[in-house]
């Protein structure tokens, strides 16, 4: 004869099976996209050609200015005066007047350094200057 407990023991878990099947579909969903984006990219493809154009990739370039310590101003590996500065944000937002400029400035800069630039951005025209930290844990 059977005698049942009058303790019901259920467990509560996890069902790990529908778990592992969405892992395995995101799994395949990116490697599917990534394999189509390359297989896009590597298409031999004769563009028309055009006398005025400039690519597009000049015009939507994000404009990178770094802050030494010493306070001096870096653009593409080339040291600025705060004039020239101006002068080159000027005529990207002349260019492109979404012109996107991320300022990223050494820890160890006078904060004042890193305003003057800010200033320089915003008077040239840029809405937005985007300013650059590093997150750490």
Do not use: W
Not at 76 to 94: F, I
Not at 99 to 107: A, S
């Amino acid at each position: 004869m059977i005698i049942k407990s009058s303790e019901v023991s259920d467990s509560i878990s996890i069902e790990m099976t529908p778990m592992i099947d969405m892992v395995f579909l995101l799994l395949i969903f990116f490697l599917v996209a990534t394999t189509f984006h390359q297989t896009e990219r590597e298409m031999q493809i004769a563009l028309p050609m055009a006398s005025s154009a400039e690519p597009i990739s000049s015009l939507l370039q994000e404009l990178v200015v770094n802050i030494s310590e010493e306070g001096q101003i870096i653009v593409g590996g080339r040291t600025l005066e705060p004039e020239d500065l101006q002068s080159m944000v000027a005529e990207s937002v002349k260019i492109n007047p979404d012109q996107k400029v991320t300022v990223r400035g050494d820890r160890r800069t006078p904060y004042a350094n890193v305003i003057r630039v800010l200033d320089i951005c915003k008077g040239a025209g840029i809405q937005e200057p985007y300013l650059d930290t590093v997150l750490t844990d």
